[in-house]
């Protein structure tokens, strides 16, 4: 029986993966002072090496800026759209990722209180439809001109969002701190509805 194959493992110093980038890729700086010429009153800064970032985002920009992403500088997926509750004001994390240039620019986007709502970028990338709906069903942020706007993770029907930091669980779920953080235990669940079953549910 011949030996087997012997298994080659590459020391740490040795990989190269410098392979993996396109011939045409082009450096962080070199994509900030596209987004700077196109879109001055934008602030981007390299956060580190192959992440670029974007805070205090206006709104009103966002499609515009997306779409140049997309189409200028070859930003390919959206990775992930979240959301956040600030207490003061509503926030959406936008990461979008360009594999082309193996760089990845994160877009922090702040909304008023009394107006939780965004264009939907997923006419851009038809990935972020379903990070969007889950962000309206957590937060009830509005995607304004989304296609299907609607909960994806709680019931239908559901008239709360359970990520916001006013939302309030139930009495019998809360932590009792007193009690070394132990939950109580929940009260038995009588239906009170006649259709079924007796009068104890």
């Known amino acids: ?35 700077k010429s196109k879109f001055p009153e934008v602030e981007v800064k390299l956060k580190q090496k192959g992440r670029l970032e974007c805070s205090k985002f206006p709104r009103e920009k966002l499609v515009e800026f997306c779409t140049y992403l997309r189409d ?15 207490r003061r004001a509503w926030e959406v994390i936008y990461h979008i990722s360009s594999y082309k240039h193996r760089c990845m620019i994160q877009i922090r986007t702040e909304l008023p209180r009394d107006d939780p709502s965004v264009d939907t970028i997923s006419q851009l990338w038809g990935g972020a439809d379903w990070h969007e709906r889950e962000t309206y069903d957590m937060y009830g942020i509005t ?16 008239d709360f969002f359970p990520f916001r930091k006013d939302f309030k669980l139930l009495d019998h779920w809360k932590i009792d701190w007193e009690n070394k953080g132990k939950r109580p235990k929940p009260e038995p669940m009588v239906s009170t509805d006649k259709r079924f079953g007796d009068d104890n549910g």
């Open 1 to 35: 029986m011949a030996d087997p194959t012997p298994t080659i493992v590459a020391q740490k110093g040795d990989k190269d993966y410098s392979y993996l980038v396109s011939p045409s890729a082009v450096q962080e700086q070199e994509i900030i002072a596209s987004l």
């Open 72 to 86: 200028s500088l070859d930003f390919e997926h959206v990775t992930c759209v979240a959301g956040n509750d600030l």
């Open 143 to 158: 995607f304004n001109n989304h296609p299907k706007l609607e909960r994806v993770l709680t019931p239908e029907g559901t």
